[in-house]
């Protein structure tokens, strides 16, 4: 079946503008993540959604950050005001059910590469 | 709060020999523990995982990783590297009964395999 699908892969804007990514999570999938990647960096995570509700949005940098889901599908993260440090690779990642307790298995999308000029 | 610590940024293997990726954590109680591999330009892909019973995991493209409760580690291993095999990878970890939590990652250990 289909993988976890992102978009655009690409994206270069000015900074000060807004830009919105996408993600597609594998069909069933009950949890949705979005995580980032920045250079030299690990993995950081920005927010989780469990259905169309994000019980942790511990994560995100900033309030020009935010994101949602609908329809316990797709998810959008909107970046406001873009800043050139917001410049990085977002991945989101689905999981498959509620209540896994931390072990089931997210995967992940190819990730959206940011470039903030 | 949870940690977890790959304290090689890069690991240089001949092919042929066997490969070793390190991986520590720090978990208040007992810990859910994954392996990712990422290729370039690419997302990450699940290699396996540790949830309960057998240390020893096998998961994909051959690798294995041995759960050490006293040293807290789960190291990456496999016996025999191929170029292919190049690429970052990443270990993970999860505590118990949070829910369906994000992980945290380590920062990532670049793997170079020469022919």
């Known amino acids: 079946g289909a993988g976890v699908s992102q978009s655009p892969s690409n994206k270069v804007t000015e900074k000060g503008k807004d830009v919105e990514l996408r993600c597609d999570p594998i069909?069933?999938?009950?949890?949705l993540y979005w995580y980032r990647q920045s250079l030299g960096q690990g993995l950081e995570f920005l927010i989780y959604?469990?259905?169309?509700?994000?019980?942790?949005k511990s994560g995100l940098p900033s309030d020009r950050f935010s994101a949602e889901r609908t329809g316990g599908s797709v998810s959008t993260l909107t970046i406001q005001r873009t800043q050139q440090e917001d410049s990085a690779v977002y991945l989101c990642a689905s999981s498959l059910k509620a209540g896994g307790q931390g072990k089931e298995t997210q995967y992940f999308g190819p990730g959206t590469r940011l470039l903030v000029l | 709060a949870q940690s977890v610590a790959q304290p090689e940024d890069q690991v240089n293997v001949a092919e042929g020999n066997p490969l070793t990726v390190k991986c520590t954590y720090s978990v208040s109680g007992n810990p859910y523990l994954f392996w990712y591999v990422q290729y370039p330009n690419r997302g990450l892909q699940f290699l396996l995982k540790?949830?309960?019973?057998?240390?020893l995991v096998k998961g994909s493209y051959g690798f294995e990783a041995e759960f050490n409760k006293s040293q807290t580690s789960f190291h990456l291993k496999k016996p025999s590297a191929l170029v292919s095999d190049s690429a970052l990878y990443f270990c993970a970890v999860s505590p118990r009964n949070s829910g369906n939590t994000p992980l945290v990652f380590g920062k990532g250990t670049r793997l170079s395999v020469i022919a």
């Open positions: 540790y949830i309960t019973g057998d240390n």
């Open positions: 959604f469990q259905g169309n509700s994000a019980p942790d």
């Open positions: 069909s069933g999938h009950t949890a």
